[in-house]
């Protein structure tokens, strides 16, 4: 059994329509759907992703104004890696945040990649990693002032923080099937290792980086921080066959949810990281065209009917 890579990323913002103009304008991305928190709907749901909307290519994010600031610490998602093409794209990145005043780190080698980290305007800690021009399966939008050859390809990778590398290491390797590929001691904190891990043979997309850092505390959500990352799996008899590996193993989940663009199974590997597998369909075109994803607010069938009172709670974006 194996998952296929990383399907999307989901974090928290206080301010729905700065995030937009910022993944939007800034990054390049396409709003390919908007719709808000199935869980609760008073919030949006914002799905930033290439022109088609491809899974392995989505980071979204739950609009909730009134949560503090993330605060940083350990047993967490930490990081959020999206892949480039080349050097050149690099260099270009690198004057675009300068020109937006975007706080990062330059362009720096980690792992034999170089990449640039940096952070969003609520300090949502992003990277771009060089993918060697590595085949990719989505289109760039088109959409955005970002030119082509140097436009965002979907994730590369994402970066979990954990006070014990080796409990990790047992769900990952045992219970998820992720090979770690390497070790090493931290570049600028020694006392502390990383490891790598890969999925489905590995590359941008399918890897998982673990840092272990015991000394911190243990983090707590908020805006700027990571919710959770999802999984790929192909269809739902891989859900319903990873359902049952789980429940053998004595972990809980939530049981299958429907999403609507996705189907999508939940479970903690600690108190702090929530990982999803989710289908890669029905997609977002199950309810708007190729031309028009992002345009109107989307809800799935069973909300249809409170849509009036929905949109009467939600702030113009």
Known sequence: MQLHGIHHVTAVTRNA????????????????????NQDDVSAYHL??????????????????PQTPPDLRGTDSIVTTLFRVNGRAALDYWVARLDANHLTHHGIETFNGRERVRFYDPEGQRLALVDDGGAPFEGEAWDGSDVP???????????????????????VLGQIL???????????????QRVAIFEMDGGGPGKEVHVYEQPKLARARLGHGGVHHVAFRLTDETEQMAWERRLAQIGLPTSGQVDRFYFKSLYFRISGGILFELAT????????????????RLALPPFLEPHRVEIEAGLKPL
């Open 280 to 295: 890669d369909g029905p997609g977002f075109h199950a309810d708007e065209s190729l031309e028009t994803l992002g345009e």
């Open 47 to 64: 799905f930033y992703a290439d022109k088609l909307g491809t899974p392995g290519t989505d980071m979204t994010f739950f609009d909730w």
């Open 177 to 191: 099937g992720m090979t770690k590929a390497d070790e090493f001691a931290h570049p600028e904190q020694p006392d």
């Open 148 to 170: 082509a050859e140097y436009a965002i390809r979907g994730f590369f990778a994402v970066a979990l923080s954990v006070p014990n590398l080796a409990n990790t290491e047992i």
């Open 17 to 36: 329509s700065k995030n937009l103009k910022f993944y939007t304008e800034v990054l390049g991305l396409r709003l390919v759907k908007k719709t808000v």
